[in-house]
């Protein structure tokens, strides 16, 4: 049975940093795509970084530069450092993973999801 465990969600000051972890279980990361997603209230969720063997580390919209995301394999924990946090940066961040070696930003071709992480940004 696959587990992904999300933890590291926190309240920040804007421009604060955070690290959120992923911990799997029943699950190889390294031969499939690993991703975090992001949802805010009332806003559908959104792709954030992407990490597979292929394609290496990829990031959605204006992330690249503020998260980098990362992956232990020896932990088998998947990770998102997020700095020079905004307020629009708040959301329920999740960790999801699929049975693919390549990432897609559909967040719907997902197999697997955490039941994610809460992070608060105030300004």
């Known amino acids: 049975q696959v587990q992904l465990v999300e933890s590291g969600g926190d309240s920040v000051q804007a421009g604060g940093s955070l690290r959120l972890s992923c911990a799997s279980s029943g699950y190889t990361m390294t031969m499939y795509c690993m991703a975090w997603f992001r949802q805010a209230p009332g806003k559908e969720r959104e792709g954030v970084a992407f990490i597979s063997n292929i394609a290496g580390t990829t990031y959605a919209g204006s992330f690249e530069g503020r998260f980098t995301i990362s992956r232990d394999n020896a932990k088998n924990t998947l990770y998102l450092q997020m700095n020079s946090l905004k307020s629009e940066d708040s959301a329920m961040y999740y960790c999801?993973?699929?049975?693919?070696?390549?990432?897609?930003?559909?967040?719907?071709?997902?197999?697997?999801w955490g039941q994610g992480t809460q992070v608060t940004v105030s300004s």
């Open positions: 999801a993973g699929q049975t693919r070696p390549y990432c897609e930003d559909d967040y719907r071709t997902y197999n697997y």
